[in-house]
Nanobody, 123 residues
Framework: QVQLVESGGGSVQAGGSLRLSCAAS????????MAWFRQDSGTAREKVAS?????????WYAYSVRGRFTISFDNAKRTLFLQMNTLKPEDTAMYYC???????????????WGQGTQVTVSA
C-alpha cells in the first residue's frame, strides 16, 4: 500500500501561487498513475491533474486549471508536485494526491490517498 503525505497548502490572494507536494512511500515500483484531486465543501471530488510517471510523463489537466497548474513527479525524491499559478477564489478546496493503475477520472478507482492539504484563495 502506497502511503501519501501532502503539504504546501495555505492561504493566498487571487493571482498568487502555491506549490503542493505529495511525498510517496511504501512501494517498490513507481505507481502507474499519480493524480491531484480537489474537493470543496458540498461538492464532488474532482480530478485536477494527473501524470504517468513511467510512461513518458504524460500529463492531463482539467480545463479549469489548464495553463495555470503544472503537475510533475520527482522519481529520486518520490515526490509528486502541483505548481499552481494565477490562483483564483474558485480554486479554494482541499487538495488530495492519489495513485491508481490508470489515470481514471472516477476517484473511487484510486487505491491510495493522502490526508489532504487546504488551499484557500481570497479575492
Amino acid at each position: 500500500q502506497v502511503q501519501l503525505v501532502e503539504s504546501g497548502g495555505g492561504s493566498v490572494q487571487a493571482g498568487g501561487s502555491l506549490r503542493l507536494s505529495c511525498a510517496a512511500s511504501g512501494y517498490t515500483e513507481t505507481p502507474v498513475c499519480m493524480a491531484w484531486f480537489r474537493q470543496d465543501s458540498g461538492t464532488a471530488r474532482e480530478k485536477v491533474a494527473s501524470i504517468y510517471p513511467t510512461y513518458g510523463g504524460r500529463t492531463w489537466y482539467a480545463y479549469s486549471v489548464r495553463g495555470r497548474f503544472t503537475i510533475s513527479f520527482d522519481n529520486a525524491k518520490r515526490t509528486l508536485f502541483l505548481q499552481m499559478n494565477t490562483l483564483k477564489p474558485e480554486d479554494t478546496a482541499m487538495y488530495y494526491c492519489a495513485t491508481a493503475g490508470s489515470c481514471y477520472d472516477n476517484p473511487t478507482l484510486y487505491k491510495s490517498w493522502g490526508q489532504g492539504t487546504q488551499v484557500t484563495v481570497s479575492a
